[in-house]
C-alpha cells in the first residue's frame, strides 16, 4: 500500500489551457496497473477544454460550483455531487462560482501504451554548444514525471505512454526552434526502466 497528501503532489499548468491545473494523485509511474487518479483546480471564470476521447471519466465535486456541459444540455455540479461521462461524448467542466473549482477523476489507463521506455539520442547540428539542448531536454522530460537515466551517448525515459510520447515530440519542437538536429528514438513497451521492483 502507498499513501499521499493531495496537496503535496505538484500541480502542473495544463498546457493551452488557462487557469486549470492537475495533479497526477497516482498514475502508471507509481506502479497504478489499471486507473490513474487526478485532481483538477480550475480557477474562476475557467474551463476544461470542450473535447472527447475514447475512454470514460469518473468525477467527484470536492469544493467549488460547476457547470458541466454536454452534447445536448449542461448539468450544475456541487460538492459531493458525482458524474460520469462516457467514451466518446463532448464534455467540459466549467467553473461557475467565485472560487476554485476541485474535483477528482479517475481515468483507464490505456494498457498498450500504459509504460513505455525509449531510449533517445539527441544530436544538435551546427549549433556552438550542444549542452543547453541536450540539458534542456533532460529538465522537460522531468518537468513531465518521466524517470530519466541520462548516459554518455542516449538517455533512457520512462513514463505513461502519452506522456512519453507527448514529451518526445515537445522535445524535439524545442530543439530544433534552436537550430538544425537530429533526435533518433528506440520505444520498447517490454524493456522497463528501472525494473518494477525499483521503483518507489
Known sequence: MAVKHALTVPAELVEGVPGVAI???????D?????????????????????????????YILSGQARLRGEAQEQPLEPGDTALVLPNK????INAGTEVLRFLCAVPLLREYSSLTAQVSLYPLRQEHLGPAIDA????????RLEVQPG???????????????ALRDTFAAVVAQGQAVMVVTISNACPWPPRGDRQ
Open 31 to 59: 506502479g497504478t496497473p489499471t486507473f490513474a487518479l487526478r485532481l483538477f483546480e480550475v480557477q474562476p471564470g475557467a474551463s476544461t477544454p470542450y473535447h472527447t476521447h475514447p475512454y470514460e471519466h469518473e468525477v
Open 23 to 29: 495533479r497526477w494523485l497516482w498514475a502508471a509511474p
Open 152 to 166: 554518455a551517448m542516449s538517455a533512457l525515459i520512462t513514463g505513461e505512454g502519452t506522456a512519453l510520447w507527448a
Open 137 to 144: 531536454a533532460i529538465t522537460l522530460w522531468r518537468s513531465r
Open 90 to 93: 463532448q464534455h467540459q467542466f
